[in-house]
């Protein structure tokens, strides 16, 4: 490999729309993210109740239910 020619590899501040921050490797000074493990619905285990409350939604919709 040549050398001085790869960037630096550093441990980094991640920060979370959310407010959640971590620390991570990257080359870049410091990462914005969306989403991240404490806010995002499969982590937080709101992807079932998501599913279920668009079926909910779809049933009462098709049966005229309010």
């Known amino acids: ?14 920060t979370c729309a959310c407010g959640n921050t971590f620390m991570t490797g990257s080359t ?5 993210v969306d ?3 404490k ?5 937080t285990g709101q ?3 998501v599913a279920a409350r668009g ?3 779809k049933f ?3 049966y005229n239910k309010e």
């Open 47 to 49: 992807q079932r109740s």
């Open 55 to 57: 079926r909910i939604e």
């Open 35 to 37: 989403v991240c493990s």
């Open 60 to 62: 009462n919709k098709r």
């Open 39 to 43: 806010c995002h619905p499969f982590f």
């Open 1 to 14: 490999m040549k050398e001085k020619i790869h960037p630096k590899y550093q441990i980094v501040k991640a």
């Open 28 to 32: 870049k000074g410091e990462i914005r």
